[in-house]
Protein backbone atom coordinates (compact mmCIF):
# COMPACT_ATOMS: atom_id res chain seq x y z
CA UNK A 1 0.00 0.00 0.00
CA UNK A 2 1.51 3.64 -0.77
CA UNK A 3 1.01 6.11 1.74
CA UNK A 4 1.10 9.63 0.46
CA UNK A 5 1.40 13.10 2.60
CA UNK A 6 0.60 16.42 1.61
CA UNK A 7 2.78 18.71 0.22
CA UNK A 8 2.83 22.05 -0.72
CA UNK A 9 5.95 22.96 -3.74
CA UNK A 10 6.67 26.23 -5.46
CA UNK A 11 6.89 25.81 -8.95
CA UNK A 12 7.74 28.13 -11.99
CA UNK A 13 5.43 28.64 -14.87
CA UNK A 14 4.28 30.53 -17.66
CA UNK A 15 1.95 33.17 -17.61
CA UNK A 16 0.84 35.23 -20.09
CA UNK A 17 1.58 39.08 -20.03
CA UNK A 18 1.18 40.83 -23.17
CA UNK A 19 0.29 39.57 -26.83
CA UNK A 20 1.81 41.86 -29.45
CA UNK A 21 0.18 41.17 -33.44
CA UNK A 22 2.86 39.86 -35.59
CA UNK A 23 1.88 42.13 -38.38
CA UNK A 24 0.89 45.36 -37.34
CA UNK A 25 2.61 45.37 -34.01
CA UNK A 26 -0.27 46.61 -31.73
CA UNK A 27 -1.42 44.87 -28.40
CA UNK A 28 -4.38 42.75 -28.59
CA UNK A 29 -3.72 41.58 -24.84
CA UNK A 30 -7.05 41.53 -23.17
CA UNK A 31 -7.00 41.68 -19.15
CA UNK A 32 -9.66 39.10 -17.56
CA UNK A 33 -9.70 41.96 -14.61
CA UNK A 34 -8.70 39.09 -12.15
CA UNK A 35 -4.85 39.83 -12.90
CA UNK A 36 -5.27 36.71 -15.69
CA UNK A 37 -4.78 37.76 -19.46
CA UNK A 38 -6.10 36.92 -22.61
CA UNK A 39 -4.71 37.31 -26.42
CA UNK A 40 -7.91 39.46 -28.20
CA UNK A 41 -7.62 38.27 -31.73
CA UNK A 42 -6.20 35.16 -33.66
CA UNK A 43 -3.41 32.78 -33.46
CA UNK A 44 -2.97 31.30 -36.81
CA UNK A 45 -0.82 28.02 -37.53
CA UNK A 46 0.36 27.28 -40.78
CA UNK A 47 1.04 23.11 -40.92
CA UNK A 48 3.01 22.75 -44.23
CA UNK A 49 2.12 19.87 -46.05
CA UNK A 50 4.68 17.08 -46.66
CA UNK A 51 7.17 17.74 -49.35
CA UNK A 52 6.71 21.35 -48.96
CA UNK A 53 9.76 23.77 -49.21
CA UNK A 54 8.42 24.80 -45.65
CA UNK A 55 7.87 21.18 -44.97
CA UNK A 56 9.43 20.22 -41.30
CA UNK A 57 9.71 17.32 -38.48
CA UNK A 58 9.61 19.33 -36.11
CA UNK A 59 5.62 20.70 -36.33
CA UNK A 60 4.00 23.45 -37.67
CA UNK A 61 5.92 25.47 -39.39
CA UNK A 62 5.11 28.60 -38.42
CA UNK A 63 2.82 30.65 -35.54
CA UNK A 64 1.25 34.21 -35.92
CA UNK A 65 -0.73 36.20 -33.13
CA UNK A 66 -2.60 38.62 -35.32
CA UNK A 67 -5.65 41.12 -34.49
CA UNK A 68 -8.49 40.77 -35.53
CA UNK A 69 -7.89 43.53 -38.21
CA UNK A 70 -4.97 42.04 -39.78
CA UNK A 71 -6.60 38.74 -40.10
CA UNK A 72 -9.34 40.10 -42.20
CA UNK A 73 -6.57 41.79 -44.41
CA UNK A 74 -5.00 38.14 -44.88
CA UNK A 75 -8.41 36.36 -45.35
CA UNK A 76 -8.76 38.99 -47.97
CA UNK A 77 -5.90 38.56 -49.87
CA UNK A 78 -6.18 34.93 -50.22
CA UNK A 79 -9.83 35.77 -51.55
CA UNK A 80 -11.83 34.45 -48.86
CA UNK A 81 -15.09 36.32 -47.17
CA UNK A 82 -15.68 36.85 -43.09
Do not use: N, W
Amino acid sequence: MKQYKKETQTKEVDVLEKTICDKCQKDITLSMGDGDFATEGVELVIDAGYGSRFDTFAGPSFKFDLCDDCCAEIIAVCGHKE
